[in-house]
């Protein structure tokens, strides 16, 4: 069993996947129930700018699945005096409305209003100036404003994502960062042995992989900023599955130099090595829980690979997991409440949810690994292997909403979603 579940968590990383310099290309397969209606206007002038602003707010709030987007098929300035009226009789019970401005330096002014039909008045408004390459990142922004003003949470479209593609013809690996719905994207790591296990720092501005460059897995941590890179764990054997505390401050990490994987905690800066568990299998993949205080790891110390958690400072683990003789994988919501695994359940591995607070499990995708939450809780990327071919893909806490990101090129797969950025 041990041997099983080295191979299912390092060997097989290295299997799948295949890279490509194409964009992620997003196709929505499934939308919520009870979805808000809004109305999305062409902003005013905004031909001048490199991205229509009104098509990236519409395409954002589309793939939410939390929205029906209606189009409104006219331009409406943000300084408009509007009929709301004549919105909500067309079923809307928003509109979004704004304008694009060139100003003499370069930049642009992008501003919007998110208008209540069915009230009357004004929800929101934004503006700001932003440079050229920055007005899809504005548009994104204004699609979170939307989706916090009209749901109580707050938005992930101006959020970033980390995952690795890998071209066998040319044995190339790497490391990519894009935008959330899979444009700008750009490679940060590259190189000829496979890199796996991307992890964000909590302030969006680094990212903890594993490569083998070195012939073995080694722990690197890339500067996004700078470029730079330095090694955080190059111990003896294995050095692998990286996993930030929430104040960014150290990671857990998984080591083999005792023989068989156990849980480590490292400085961020790769001093102050310590191990955590102590046990007679393998345990690996840990997962800091969303307050710091606990660790979430998959471990075969029960004869079969469950989840298991520890404190943050070592200890004791009580099992999490009791259904399915095979789960992997553990991610824990940023709001503490919700654990995200894999289960090898019916032949095949799954995508499961659990209420931590209740223990009822929610099973969300079949053909599923490395699962990753977004920033705000509500949707889990992961990867997914069909037709010969590994994409990513995403799906709704609830399950009804489905999103996949594909490429034409190749294969994609390790996801990692970023934090909110401030």
Known sequence: MK??????????????????????????????????????????????????????????????????????????????????NTWKARGADALVIGSVTRQPDGRFAVRYKLLDTVKGGQLSSLGGEVQPRYTRLQAHRIADDVYEKLTGVRGIFSTRIAYVK???????????????????????????????????????????????????????????????????????????????SPDGSKLAIALSKSGSYQVYVVNADGSGLRRLSNSNGIDTEPQFSADGQSIYFTSDRSGGPQIYKMSASGGNAQRVTFNGS??????????????????????????????????????????????????????????????????????????????????????IREPSWGPFMK
Do not use: C
């Open 326 to 411: 095979y789960n992997i994988s553990p991610r824990v919501s940023p709001d503490g409440k919700t654990l995200a695994w894999i289960s090898q359940r019916d032949g095949g591995f799954s995508l499961y949810a659990m209420d931590l607070a209740s223990g009822q499990e929610l099973r969300l995708a079949d053909g599923a690994t490395e699962p990753s939450f977004s920033p705000n809780g509500k949707y889990i990327m992961y990867a997914n292997k069909g037709g010969g071919r590994t994409s990513l893909a995403v799906v709704s806490v609830d399950g009804r909403v489905k999103q996949r990101l594909t490429t034409k090129a190749g294969n």
């Open 166 to 244: 890998e071209n066998r013809a040319g044995r190339n690996y790497a490391l990519a960062v894009a935008d959330a719905d899979g444009e700008n994207e750009i490679v940060a790591v590259q190189g000829k042995e496979p890199i796996i296990s991307p992890s964000w720092s909590p302030d969006g501005g680094k990212v903890a992989y594993v490569s083998f460059e070195d012939r073995k897995p080694v722990i690197y941590m890339q500067d996004l900023v700078t470029g730079k890179r330095r090694v955080i764990a190059n111990e003896k054997g294995s050095n692998s599955a990286p996993s930030w």
């Open 3 to 84: 041997k099983q579940l080295h191979y299912l968590l390092f060997s097989a990383t290295l299997l799948i996947g295949s890279a490509a310099n194409a964009q992620l290309q997003v196709e929505i397969a499934g939308v919520g129930s009870n979805q808000i209606p809004v109305a999305v206007a062409a902003f005013a002038d905004e031909g001048v700018a490199p991205a229509q602003v009104s098509a990236v707010i519409r395409a954002d709030l589309e793939r939410s699945g939390v929205f029906k987007v209606i189009d409104a098929g006219q331009v409406i300035s943000d300084s408009a005096n509007v009929d709301v």
